[in-house]
Nanobody, 122 residues
Framework: VQLQASGGGSVQAGNSLRLSCTAS?????TAWFRQAPGKEREFVAF????????YYNDSVKGRFTISRGSAKETVYLQMKSLNPEDTAVYYC???????????????????WGQGTLVTVSS
């Protein structure tokens, strides 16, 4: 599976961005992670193929929304009320098997997109 992430950019605090991740074929689920300079990769959000199972990191809950497009191979991450702490390279990822748990662990994901940089200035 190939994953193509896009939509990153530079915005001021309080603004919004929408990231997209398009897979080359159906996957069991898709997750977004982010990695800030000098920090470990951090789970952001998860959505299953049907779109009825969704999880968020507490730090983004209420501000970020993960969803699938009408073409279900595309997953969006709508980010609102961005703050400088959201600055990171954002990656989408997909597993090789169904994840009943451990969805927040990067090591359970086999396929990764190339990353898209989000920079939020104060």
């Amino acid at each position: 599976v190939q994953l193509q992430a896009s939509g990153g950019g530079s915005v001021q605090a309080g603004n919004s961005l929408r990231l997209s991740c398009t897979a080359s074929r159906q996957t069991y689920s898709t997750a977004w992670f982010r990695q800030a300079p000098g920090k470990e990769r951090e789970f952001v959000a998860f959505i299953n193929w049907d779109g009825d199972i969704i999880y968020y990191n507490d730090s983004v809950k209420g501000r970020f929304t993960i969803s699938r497009g009408s073409a279900k191979e595309t997953v969006y991450l709508q980010m609102k009320s961005l703050n400088p702490e959201d600055t990171a390279v954002y990656y989408c990822a997909a597993p090789i098997y169904y994840l009943a748990q451990f969805y927040a662990r990067p090591d359970v994901y086999t396929f990764w997109g190339q990353g898209t940089l989000v920079t939020v200035s104060s």
